[in-house]
């Protein structure tokens, strides 16, 4: 099931965590790229179309300007990205050209992938450049994020890639051999998990953070984006990427590091955009009834079982609808902002037109528009 998962996947993103990419001094460990490029040329060679997912700008950049640890305020840390983010591109640039490849630069914040036409542009700039035979090298655009257009971390970002993409495999390389039933720092016993079959509380609660200076996120954000690929019908591959040729021997069928398999029911490509690209803007809190044909019935949901309205927004805009115990069930896109949502809410559908004096539909959020969580 593992090869056949590795070896039928024709587009691979492949996420290279900041850990993997530095060395104890934190600069770049430019031998341990040189490997990846030799193996990611391989796989060109089987072919596979790659994209990576890299990190790494920060934790170079910050060697460049002589911080030390964590940079201590944000323009730092954004400064160091800015100076890093070359370097990184420059050392790729040298290690792929020895194997004949080129690569692109893209950098992306949150804003890019949520508006749907640069979502869509975004898109079509991967296809040209894999057309082209490019390897395409994503990272988040650090120099200008500030909190409400970040992505936050690249385990986040390249499982939402996995998705613009339309890639067929994601692959995580980490500091670790893969994901453990708890973190191995912490507990020497802690034993390595080679299948995951669904992300559940369960294994969420394993998941620790980065005890690192240059990680982000730790095993917490990597379950999260085995999860968001595994709804878009994709599995997730985490292996040690300090570990030389670790690619080929995973894709020779090894069973190295930790396999996450895919949702049975996946997320078609808008829902998955939805639910996890956009940032949601308010609340609706519904009621038991409502949160059941919502859950169970995939039905739309109508003003009769919304009771309470939170944040502003406007009409198209993503929302989360919460149970009455406030546990978010799905998300999606509005028919109504919320000014117009507080005057309809309990009403049947066929008074919406009375209280407004106009109607866009019978629905809140129509059920081609909403995800259950
Ligand atoms: N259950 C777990 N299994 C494996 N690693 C874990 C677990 N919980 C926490 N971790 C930590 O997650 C770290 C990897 O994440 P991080 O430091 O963010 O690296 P990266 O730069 O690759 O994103 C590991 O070094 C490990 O200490
Ligand atoms: N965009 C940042 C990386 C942030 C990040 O998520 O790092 P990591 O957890 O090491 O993948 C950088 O290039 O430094």
Not at 111 to 126: E, W
Not at 131 to 140: A, D, K, L, R, Y
Request: charged share 25%; hydrophobic share 40%; glycine share 10%.
């Amino acid at each position: 099931m593992r090869t056949e998962n590795l070896k039928k996947a024709k587009r691979i993103v492949i996420k290279i965590g900041s850990r993997v990419l530095t060395c104890e001094d934190n600069g770049l460990d430019l031998d341990l790229i040189d490997g990846l490029a030799a193996e990611v040329a391989t796989l060109r060679e089987d072919g596979h179309e790659v994209i990576i997912v890299s990190s790494g700008a920060v934790a170079a950049g910050r060697r460049e300007l002589g911080i030390e640890g964590r940079p201590r305020s944000i323009p730092q840390k954004q400064a160091a990205a800015a100076i890093g983010q070359s370097h990184l591109m420059r050392t790729y640039e040298e290690a792929f050209g020895r194997f004949g490849h080129k690569v692109a630069q893209i950098l992306l914040t949150r804003d890019d992938l949520a508006n749907r036409l640069r979502f869509l542009n975004a898109r079509a700039t991967l296809d040209t450049l894999l057309s082209f035979g490019v390897i395409p090298v994503i990272n988040e655009n650090d120099t200008v994020v500030v909190d409400e257009i970040k992505f936050g971390d690249n385990d986040n970002l390249s499982a939402l890639v996995t998705n613009l993409a339309e890639a067929h495999l994601l692959v995580i390389l980490t500091d670790i051999d893969g994901f453990y039933d708890s973190d191995p720092r912490a507990n020497p016993d802690a034993r390595l998990i080679h299948l995951v079959k669904s992300v559940t509380r369960e294994t969420e609660r394993a998941a620790g953070g980065s005890a690192s200076t240059v990680g982000t996120g730790g095993m917490v954000t990597k379950l999260a984006a085995a999860k968001k690929a595994a709804q878009s019908g994709v599995p997730t591959l985490m292996v040690n990427g300090k570990v030389p040729g670790i690619l080929t021997e995973a894709f020779a069928g090894r069973e190295v590091g930790t396999l996450f398999l895919p949702a049975r029911e996946s997320l078609n490509r808008r829902k998955h955009w939805i639910a996890h690209t956009l940032k949601p803007s308010g609340r609706i809190i519904v009621d038991d009834g409502a949160r059941a044909v919502l859950a169970r019935q995939g039905k739309s949901l109508l003003p009769s079982g919304v009771v309470r309205v939170e944040g502003e927004f406007d009409r198209g805009a993503c929302v989360r609808v919460c149970g009455p115990d406030e546990i978010e069930v799905a998300r999606g896109l509005v028919d109504y902002s919320h000014a117009e949502i507080e005057r309809i809410l309990g009403h049947r559908s066929g008074e919406i037109e009375t209280i407004l004096g106009y109607k866009y539909g019978d629905e809140i959020i129509h059920r081609d528009n909403l995800v259950i969580l």
